[in-house]
Nanobody, 127 residues
Protein backbone atom coordinates (compact mmCIF):
# COMPACT_ATOMS: atom_id res chain seq x y z
CA UNK A 1 0.00 0.00 0.00
CA UNK A 2 1.69 3.19 -1.20
CA UNK A 3 1.21 6.12 1.19
CA UNK A 4 1.07 9.42 -0.69
CA UNK A 5 1.49 12.73 1.12
CA UNK A 6 0.53 16.02 -0.49
CA UNK A 7 1.78 19.43 0.61
CA UNK A 8 1.90 23.00 -0.63
CA UNK A 9 -1.74 23.95 -0.52
CA UNK A 10 -2.97 27.21 0.95
CA UNK A 11 -4.73 30.49 0.33
CA UNK A 12 -3.70 32.56 -2.67
CA UNK A 13 -5.09 35.56 -4.50
CA UNK A 14 -6.58 35.20 -7.94
CA UNK A 15 -3.80 35.33 -10.52
CA UNK A 16 -1.27 33.97 -8.07
CA UNK A 17 0.72 30.74 -8.04
CA UNK A 18 1.20 27.70 -5.86
CA UNK A 19 3.27 24.56 -6.18
CA UNK A 20 1.93 21.33 -4.79
CA UNK A 21 4.17 18.42 -3.93
CA UNK A 22 3.45 14.74 -3.54
CA UNK A 23 5.86 12.39 -1.81
CA UNK A 24 5.76 8.77 -0.73
CA UNK A 25 8.13 8.16 2.17
CA UNK A 26 9.51 4.65 2.02
CA UNK A 27 8.32 3.98 -1.54
CA UNK A 28 9.92 4.43 -4.95
CA UNK A 29 7.62 6.59 -7.03
CA UNK A 30 9.71 6.20 -10.19
CA UNK A 31 7.90 2.93 -10.92
CA UNK A 32 4.49 4.61 -10.86
CA UNK A 33 2.71 6.99 -13.14
CA UNK A 34 1.35 9.89 -11.10
CA UNK A 35 -1.66 12.13 -11.30
CA UNK A 36 -3.42 15.03 -9.69
CA UNK A 37 -7.16 15.29 -9.18
CA UNK A 38 -9.26 17.89 -7.44
CA UNK A 39 -12.61 18.00 -5.73
CA UNK A 40 -14.60 21.12 -4.99
CA UNK A 41 -17.36 21.11 -2.35
CA UNK A 42 -20.43 19.29 -3.58
CA UNK A 43 -18.75 18.22 -6.81
CA UNK A 44 -17.13 15.08 -8.16
CA UNK A 45 -13.41 14.44 -8.07
CA UNK A 46 -12.01 15.45 -11.46
CA UNK A 47 -8.75 14.88 -13.29
CA UNK A 48 -6.20 17.69 -13.42
CA UNK A 49 -2.89 16.34 -14.71
CA UNK A 50 -1.00 13.09 -15.19
CA UNK A 51 2.60 12.09 -15.84
CA UNK A 52 4.18 8.82 -16.89
CA UNK A 53 6.91 6.96 -14.97
CA UNK A 54 9.80 8.69 -16.71
CA UNK A 55 8.09 12.03 -17.08
CA UNK A 56 8.18 11.73 -20.84
CA UNK A 57 4.41 11.87 -21.22
CA UNK A 58 2.03 14.31 -19.59
CA UNK A 59 -1.64 15.09 -19.98
CA UNK A 60 -3.67 17.99 -18.64
CA UNK A 61 -7.33 18.75 -18.31
CA UNK A 62 -8.50 21.42 -20.73
CA UNK A 63 -9.43 23.67 -17.81
CA UNK A 64 -5.81 23.92 -16.64
CA UNK A 65 -3.93 23.62 -19.92
CA UNK A 66 -1.38 26.42 -20.20
CA UNK A 67 -1.66 27.29 -16.50
CA UNK A 68 -0.72 24.11 -14.62
CA UNK A 69 2.38 21.99 -15.14
CA UNK A 70 2.97 18.54 -13.71
CA UNK A 71 6.53 17.34 -13.26
CA UNK A 72 8.49 14.80 -11.29
CA UNK A 73 11.91 14.45 -9.78
CA UNK A 74 12.52 10.75 -9.39
CA UNK A 75 15.80 11.36 -7.61
CA UNK A 76 13.81 13.19 -4.92
CA UNK A 77 10.90 10.76 -5.15
CA UNK A 78 8.52 13.68 -5.54
CA UNK A 79 5.89 14.82 -8.00
CA UNK A 80 4.91 18.47 -8.40
CA UNK A 81 2.00 20.47 -9.70
CA UNK A 82 2.95 24.04 -10.54
CA UNK A 83 -0.21 26.13 -10.67
CA UNK A 84 -0.05 29.59 -12.22
CA UNK A 85 -2.71 32.17 -13.04
CA UNK A 86 -4.98 30.68 -10.44
CA UNK A 87 -8.71 31.36 -10.63
CA UNK A 88 -11.48 31.13 -8.05
CA UNK A 89 -12.79 28.05 -9.80
CA UNK A 90 -9.50 26.27 -9.04
CA UNK A 91 -10.50 26.22 -5.38
CA UNK A 92 -10.67 22.58 -4.30
CA UNK A 93 -8.98 19.83 -2.37
CA UNK A 94 -6.17 18.51 -4.55
CA UNK A 95 -5.32 14.83 -4.43
CA UNK A 96 -2.23 13.01 -5.59
CA UNK A 97 -2.69 9.57 -7.15
CA UNK A 98 -0.41 6.75 -8.29
CA UNK A 99 -0.82 3.93 -10.76
CA UNK A 100 1.38 1.03 -11.84
CA UNK A 101 0.39 1.68 -15.45
CA UNK A 102 0.17 4.46 -18.01
CA UNK A 103 -2.47 4.72 -20.69
CA UNK A 104 -4.25 7.10 -23.01
CA UNK A 105 -5.71 10.37 -21.79
CA UNK A 106 -9.23 8.98 -21.87
CA UNK A 107 -8.16 6.25 -19.49
CA UNK A 108 -6.02 8.22 -17.04
CA UNK A 109 -8.74 10.85 -16.67
CA UNK A 110 -10.88 8.20 -15.03
CA UNK A 111 -10.88 8.29 -11.24
CA UNK A 112 -11.10 4.49 -11.08
CA UNK A 113 -7.89 4.02 -13.06
CA UNK A 114 -5.65 5.04 -10.17
CA UNK A 115 -4.45 2.60 -7.51
CA UNK A 116 -3.36 4.80 -4.60
CA UNK A 117 -4.44 8.18 -3.23
CA UNK A 118 -3.21 10.78 -0.82
CA UNK A 119 -5.31 12.55 1.79
CA UNK A 120 -5.46 15.80 -0.15
CA UNK A 121 -4.38 19.39 0.33
CA UNK A 122 -6.69 22.39 0.27
CA UNK A 123 -6.19 25.12 -2.32
CA UNK A 124 -8.28 28.25 -1.90
CA UNK A 125 -8.18 31.05 -4.46
CA UNK A 126 -9.57 34.35 -3.27
CA UNK A 127 -10.82 36.98 -5.68
Amino acid sequence: QVQLVESGGGLVQSGGSLRLSCAAPGYTLSTYSMGWFRQAPGKERTFVSGISWSGGHTVNADSVQGRFTISRDNAKNTVYLQMNSLKREDTAVYYCAASRNWDTRQVVENYHYWDYWGQGTQVTVAS
